[in-house]
């Protein structure tokens, strides 16, 4: 099972795939 550290890096790369990286802004 992913750990909390795995599982938010996955939140944040598919956030920022779907979101076109909101962090460039």
Same mark, same amino acid.
């Given at each position: ?6 599982? *938010?890096?996955?939140?944040? *790369?598919?956030?920022?795939? @779907?979101?076109?990286?909101?962090? @460039?802004?």
């Amino acid at each position: 099972y992913l750990s909390w550290d795995d599982y *938010f890096m996955a939140i944040a *790369f598919l956030s920022a795939k @779907r979101s076109k990286d909101p962090n @460039r802004q």
